[in-house]
């Protein structure tokens, strides 16, 4: 509210009052000298200065009502945009105690580590809400949202590291998967399992173990779980598409050419050789064979330079599972 535009009109309505009271007074005064038995002057400016009175009483009131209703409104709209406040603290018991404050009553709470399934936290309309969350060993990255009951929403979000007692780690290995574990304290056993199927299980009795794998064809999960000797226990689960690497082999014909043999159930996409560490050649398949099945068996022979001829194949399959295979010949 413009509280200079109300002063500007409160003194035009003054200065006009102060107009008609000046013209009034002259016609008077000029009565009076025409006819010194007329006495009406007095009464009617009373009159003027009653109504004035009122009609300026009347909008200065006006004029406080208004610039106190748009004072309790803009007040009131400030108040609908405050936003939850969100307090994280790291506890020393690999756990985050979350807090959350507000003006208003909290509607809803959720939170989620690395963007994976929400988990709700029960406000039951309090301004106030506390709670406990484990850190899971490892990177991971939090998540909490809150919003109150007009729709006013905040979010936190920040990685967390902890280093837990049990490690697990994944690696690839051919057409197989390698799965490492250490700890802190010695390892009882190991239990592993694809998708839902039964689990396998796997004695330790060590601080760390290596355990390979066969991965089945396709996308498939995997599920292990670790336990050391004081009952701890560490799961890690990851997705795994089980492709297999094609078969590649150097031969001769002799001794002009050396042969590439190269096969995969798939079909090969590309075949890449390097003679001598400097010579360098691509065969695409797919724009020499459109159909998959022609290209599940592939031979080229290439000439054999003069001397010992150091050669380096590398093959690709639909999957873009690659195969290298080196060998020399000599001419």
Known sequence: ?????????????????????????????KKVKGNKTRNSGPVEINS??????????IFGVFMICSVS?????????????????????QTEDAELLLKITHSKPLAKIQ?????????????????EVETRIEIPTGTNTFTVHASDENGQQIEYKKVYTVEGDINIEFEPEGNNLKIMADGKNELLYMTYRWDEEEETKVDINSNETEQVIEIPKGLHTLT?????????????????????????EITTDGANNFIIKASDEQ??????FIINGTEKYMLDLTRAYES????????????LHDGRNDIEVIVYNESDAKENFKAFVNK
Do not use: C
Not at 48 to 57: H, R
Not at 267 to 272: D, N, R, S
């Open 1 to 29: 509210m413009n509280f200079n535009k109300i002063s500007t009109e409160y003194n035009k309505e003054v200065k006009t009052l102060n107009q008609i009271l000046s013209v009034n007074n002259n016609n008077v005064n």
């Open 48 to 57: 003027i200065l009653k109504f004035f009175s009122i009609a300026i009483l």
């Open 69 to 89: 209703y748009s004072m309790y409104k803009e007040t009131t709209q400030e108040a609908e945009k405050v936003k939850p406040v969100i307090y994280v603290e």
């Open 111 to 127: 939170y989620n580590w690395n963007g994976e399934e929400e988990t709700e936290v029960q406000t039951n309309g309090q301004k």
């Open 224 to 248: 292990v779980i670790v336990v050391d000797e004081n009952n701890k226990t560490e799961t890690k689960e990851q997705e795994v598409n089980g492709v297999t690497k094609p078969k590649v």
């Open 267 to 272: 079909g090969i996409k590309k075949v890449e």
């Open 292 to 303: 998959i099945e022609d290209r599940k068996q592939f031979e080229y022979a290439y000439p």
